[in-house]
């Protein structure tokens, strides 16, 4: 929430509306009326990006760091723990990392961190207060760490009137990023499309030991059992509930509160093949619990109140695209239309932008959905928005000295899939769609081309890449790991077939670049 500012709202009359329907209505248009001003402040979609821009959201501060003034201070034996979920490692650079927590209480979050190999040198955050308008959230961002460097962290709450913290987690460890900019080998995972608490997936990313991860949409089905017609209370109440449940399940809080995560948003967190906008009751929903639970420790928003972002890991750029706030209706319009977009203006510009500007020898795009034209899921892929599809192609391929894939989910069947464009040159996008990690499984598509080079619709899968821009040409290892079964990383055989009665998971492929994107290197 903005402060120093007079709130201006439509003219709703809730003061008739139970109290929690009131405080709840207030929290909607709140957010509204931040989104306008801060569309206002970037005049519109032309916009100039800046990455740099803080976000607009309460419980998120820059921690300030110093001496730790107390010794470690453990909770009493029967201390009932007000720290309800987390911690979540967010957002980690090659300089910072963010840590979400929830609590009940009133306290407020420090973390106390110092180098693995060397203790001497512990700081601790200033307070950060969990902020009651989310939910009772909070997000410290950790500041002016070193490059490649493993740290040890633990949460503290501090209560009112206290200098001391009491100790709220266990000591647990991260790794920042290699230096911006610089050649390294990285490894990340990918998932997406999870429902409920049990989720032995997130066992298997850990056993992998990724640098992060990237869950790239449906992390929950807030849908499932979450909306109330015209109710909007009630509706949050539970959405938030379905959220603390798969965020409370063990091995989500095991992985991520060791492991970095990035985040995005699909139609699962808002409504089934969600297309409206801002001006639904659900997207109002919706977005408040997502902002508490996934965009708040996420990278800064490339435009201020949005939800596309793009962040830096060694010498890979990322850009995980928003494809829910701003795209036109599914069927409205042709998908032949020019006009017809799932981007928005400003956020295709910033895409194109960081496409023809970002320096990274390889870059990622992250798209909720499915790009290539083989696809399940109809009007709601990018094949219903195909002229802004193939501009899209167009302009990754104007820039054809950098290698670009595309990272897909939302089919509930895994691929591997080529997109070719022929203009200015002949360039291939690869795409790798890695899902449902802890979801139902669909039917893959009857009808498939060449376009196809793998597809398995028989287990439940997240995609392992080791990217490595050290080596010349910069080369890429790609693992599709079948959940609960044994995966070693980059040394399984190639897929056997592209008939899901006869695939085989878990298999690998590795690529390296050229000047028409990525080349796939053949097995050994």
Known sequence: MLRGRRRQHPRIDYRSRPREQRKALRLALSWLAISLIAACRATGEEAKPKADAPRVLQGTTAARWKPCACPVREP?????????????????????????????????????????DSEAEMRCSAPVPFAKDEDGTAVASLEGLEPSTAYVYRLELIGEGESCGTAASSAKTFRTLPKAGSPARVRFA???????????????????????VLMIGDNVYADADGHVAGDFSASWKRYRKLYQKVWGGAQFRQLFSRTPVFMTWDDHEIMENYWKGKDELRYGVARS?????????????????????????????????????????????????????MLGAAQRKALEDWLANDPSRVRVIVSAVIFSTVRTTGADSWRAFEVE?????????????????????????SA????????????????????????????????VNDSVLALDNTHRVFGLFDIDTRSDPPRLDFTLCAVGEPCNPHNEPPPRSIDPQTATVPYSLSFVTSDGGFVLQEAK
């Open 416 to 447: 591997v899939l080529r997109n070719t464009v022929d203009k200015p040159a002949r360039y291939t996008v690869y795409e790798f769609q890695t899902t449902p990690l802890g979801s139902g499984l669909r039917p893959a598509p009857e009808k």
């Open 76 to 116: 009493a034996a029967k201390a009932k723990p007000s720290l309800t979920h987390g911690p979540v490692l967010g957002a980690v650079s090659d300089r910072s990392i963010k840590v979400w927590a929830r609590s009940g209480g009133r306290e407020k979050l420090s973390v106390r961190l110092w180098p693995a």
């Open 190 to 212: 990918v998932g997406a499309d999870v429902q409920g608490s049990d989720i032995p997936g997130f066992t298997g990313i850990a056993a992998t030991k990724p640098d992060f």
């Open 389 to 413: 599809r193939l501009a899209l192609l167009a302009a990754i391929a104007a820039h054809g000295e950098k290698a670009t894939i595309i990272l897909s989910g939302d089919q509930h069947w």
């Open 289 to 341: 619990l997502f902002d508490s639970y996934q965009a708040n420790h996420n990278p800064n928003p490339i435009h201020p109140g949005e939800l596309y972002y793009s962040f830096q890991a060694g010498d890979i750029g990322f850009f995980v695209l928003d494809v829910r706030t701003h795209r036109d209706s599914n069927e409205g319009k042709q998908r032949t239309d020019p006009t017809k977009t």
